[in-house]
T-cell receptor
Framework: DAKTTQPNSMESNEEEPVHLPCNHSTISGTDYIHWYRQLPSQGPEYVIHGLTSNVNNRMASLAIAEDRKSSTLILHRATLRDAAVYYCIRGSAGYARQLTFGSGTQLTVLP | GAVVSQHPSWVICKSGTSVKIECRSLDFQATTMFWYRQFPKQSLMLMATSNEGSKATYEQGVEKDKFLINHASLTLSTLTVTSAHPEDSSFYIC??????????????FGSGTRLTVV
């Protein structure tokens, strides 16, 4: 049970921002929110993670709702190379157990 | 950042033969590695957790005698698919725990192995 809900697919135009939503209404107070993405025929790669505050890194931004029941991954300028399946995953802090992957969101970037 | 090297990237084998897939952590020690399987258009499914120096822990429904896991060192875990059959054809992916900082652990994944059994 992945315990997160994401849309199956989304489309974006190249060089436009993309907002990928994720619902995690049963998240516990200590669970982190991790985002990974999987490009075609590759293993997943880490994108970003957060607990309560919004987070930014070189790849993306993560906006976490105040009640922590949802979050949004933001790609500020989508490129064709960002076309991938994006997974939102709940994970406990510390020496965490294995990740449980849901179905993810297939992002298509249109030129 | 942490790098996990997985080999081979693809392999084709005959039905009934065995195939070994290697997963190496290149610049860090991985006491625990994970093996996933992914069928086309599906998500990753955890097969087993590999612990250095001890027996692997298999998920329910995964045959431990068919999918042999060895984690003999802190940088190498191997998955051997024994007596492979066409239904074992899949994309196999390993991962290792990685420290993200501030008490949070994430995971670094290998590039995957496409197994085709003919």
């Amino acid at each position: 049970d992945a315990k997160t809900t994401q849309p199956n697919s989304m489309e974006s135009n190249e060089e436009e921002p993309v907002h990928l939503p994720c619902n995690h209404s049963t998240i516990s107070g200590t669970d982190y929110i991790h985002w990974y993405r999987q490009l075609p025929s590759q293993g997943p790669e880490y994108v970003i993670h957060g607990l309560t505050s919004n987070v930014n890194n070189r790849m993306a931004s993560l906006a976490i709702a105040e009640d922590r029941k949802s979050s949004t991954l933001i790609l500020h300028r989508a490129t064709l190379r960002d076309a991938a399946v994006y997974y939102c995953i709940r994970g406990s802090a510390g020496y965490a157990r294995q990740l449980t992957f849901g179905s993810g969101t297939q992002l298509t970037v249109l030129p | 950042g942490a790098v996990v090297s997985q080999h081979p990237s693809w392999v084709i084998c005959k039905s009934g033969t065995s195939v070994k897939i290697e997963c190496r952590s290149l610049d860090f020690q991985a006491t625990t590695m994970f093996w996933y399987r992914q069928f086309p258009k599906q998500s990753l499914m955890l097969m087993a957790t590999s612990n250095e120096g001890s027996k692997a822990t298999y998920e329910q429904g995964v045959e431990k005698d068919k999918f042999l896991i060895n984690h003999a060192s802190l940088t190498l875990s191997t998955l051997t698919v024994t007596s492979a059959h066409p239904e074992d054809s899949s994309f196999y992916i390993c991962s290792a725990r990685d420290f993200l900082g501030q008490g949070v652990y994430g995971y670094t994944f290998g590039s995957g192995t496409r197994l085709t059994v003919v």
